[in-house]
């Protein structure tokens, strides 16, 4: 029972499920636009969450939005189940697969078997399309791979009924319902829109003002927490922004990539150039990434390490809220 889907490898694997899905269904769409029109780019201090001991932060959107926007702005209707019995998940995912229509599930990444293993950490908002299935597996197509791959129906049950935050409880999507054709334009300016409004938006703990709040904790950690826990709390910024936001810099290049196929789309030129402009800045996020990751790896960090990145990352949110204002303003 295999359908014909083609498999292709994105950054991100919620955006190249739904970008893998649309193109299955006949209408062409790249993971950039998806990410842009369901308004993906975020950023969020999350106190109250812990995530490998410490607290969550996240550059996206809450697991599922970006397909929950995407569909709604460009009209397509989509389904989605959650269960408590993994039998009836299974009955349903094997009701799809006989009609022919491959379907996204929502995964824990601690119990893929073919995920490398330093990849294989406790996080259950993991996205992948299952398209098939013969005598011993279920046919996987995980947008993060190069080449499809295959779980077994224990193991592909373990990932869909995941323990803890996040926790998947078997959920499975797909499209239903599609218009004759998508309306990009006004499904762009609508995702422009509602980036700028949660970057810019005064909360203290999103958009540049998380930057900024996180940016303060960074020198309080050592004095606070101790160097070893105040390095475990470093690691986690840079694993939520360079391995769980893949794409690098926090999904910041995949932003700039969907502005340069929006500045065509729209016929608007300003686009193209904050298309560079947030590249640039995806660069900045790369590089204290990069100056984080060296001082938790050193376990005797000076306070003074803490502080260069705290200010690095003040710059960045001082370059987000110039850059954010500027989008805002150039779709109008």
Known sequence: MTIDFTHKQTAHCEN???????????????EPLVFGIGSGLLYCYIPFLKINHAPAITYRVMPGMIFKKFAKRVGVKIK?????????????????????????????????TYF???YRFHFNAHNLVVYGKDDTSYLISDPVMEEVTSLTDKELEKVRFAKG?????????????????????????????????????????????????????IRKWPKKHGV????????QIVRMQEEIGTGGGGFRYIFAAFL?????ILANEKLKVLSKEMTEIGDL???????ASRIYKNRKA????????????????????????KLKKAIK
């Open 116 to 118: 490398p293993d330093e």
């Open 165 to 217: 935050a996040f926790a998947p409880k078997g959920h499975i999507y797909y499209p239903i319902d599609f218009p004759e054709e998508l309306d990009l334009k006004n499904a762009i300016i609508k995702g422009i829109n509602h980036t700028c409004k949660d970057m810019l938006a005064p909360i203290p703990i999103l958009g540049v003002r998380g930057i900024k709040l996180v940016a303060n904790l």
């Open 302 to 325: 000076l306070q003074d390490s803490y502080e260069s990145v705290a200010a690095q990352l003040d710059h960045i949110a001082d370059r987000e809220k110039v850059f954010f204002t």
């Open 260 to 264: 340069q196929e929006s500045s065509e």
């Open 285 to 291: 996020w790369r590089d204290f990434a990069l100056n």
């Open 80 to 112: 989605k189940e959650k269960f408590k019995n993994p039998k009836e998940a299974k009955a349903r995912l094997d009701e799809n697969l006989k009609n022919n229509n491959p379907v996204g599930l929502q995964v824990g990444v601690y119990n893929l």
């Open 16 to 30: 190249g499920v739904i970008s893998n899905l649309m193109n299955h269904n006949g209408f062409p769409v790249s």
């Open 228 to 235: 070893k826990k105040a390095n475990h709390y470093l690691g």
